[in-house]
T-cell receptor
């Protein structure tokens, strides 16, 4: 299975600030995905990040709030901007490094906004 | 529209009992993939199984087994002789292959196995 790492693993932030989450995959992948899991809820896709092009956002998520970078085939960042307590969630990145139409997930970033 | 329904929000069993987690899906595509993931208290999502829409064979992996029935649009997951370490939230998910990977998750079933 793939190794996907995320940093930070958790953070506590003040409202109005921004946090950038990093995701590293141990092999080159075409697409990387960012999901949000609100407390006690399921996972919802925020956006798909392709290397060399703009990220594709799902309905309800906008680039100004969740800017994404994808500088190379193994790395991506998600920024949660101008945070409010409603942004308190687990943010997970995923990728399909084995090209088996199977997404493997990073360990997640637990974010608490005060 | 695609949708995954896990009607069981929480299940509690005693160790060594068998337990089945239900998953019902909706899709208009003929090609799609179904998944089960496990999320232990640590929060990491662990891949358990992938099944494509053309393969209705049931699968067994140790104490885990999966029953895929296209006629009822169901992909149920059974744990035999449950153990405390099986306690977790289990998610069923759907991916439509032509769209390249987007996963649609069910609401999850929280399984508690008591000693």
């Amino acid at each position: 299975s793939a190794v996907i790492s995320q940093k930070p693993s958790r953070d506590i932030c003040q409202r109005g600030t921004s946090l950038t989450i990093q995701c590293q995959v141990d092999s080159q992948v075409t697409m990387m995905f960012w999901y949000r899991q609100q407390p006690g809820q399921s996972l919802t896709l925020i956006a798909t990040a392709n290397q060399g092009s703009e990220a594709t956002y799902e309905s309800g998520f906008v680039i100004d709030k969740f800017p994404i970078s994808r500088p190379n085939l193994t790395f991506s960042t998600l920024t949660v901007s101008n945070m409010s307590p409603e942004d308190s969630s687990i943010y997970l990145c995923s990728a399909d490094p084995l090209v088996l139409k199977t997404q493997y997930f990073g360990p997640g970033t637990r974010l608490l906004v005060l | 529209a695609q949708k995954v329904t896990q009607a069981q929000t929480e299940i509690s069993v005693v160790e060594k009992e068998d337990v089945t987690l239900d998953c019902v899906y909706e899709t208009r595509d003929t090609t799609y993939y179904l998944f089960w993931y496990k999320q232990p208290p640590s929060g990491e999502l662990v891949f358990l199984i992938r099944r494509n829409s053309f393969d209705e064979q049931n699968e067994i992996s140790g104490r885990y087994s999966w029953n895929f029935q296209k006629s009822t649009s169901s992909f149920n997951f059974t744990i035999t002789a449950s153990q405390v370490v099986d306690s977790a939230v289990y998610f069923c998910a759907l991916s439509e292959a032509p769209q390249g990977g987007k996963l649609i998750f069910g609401q999850g079933t929280e399984l508690s196995v008591k000693p």
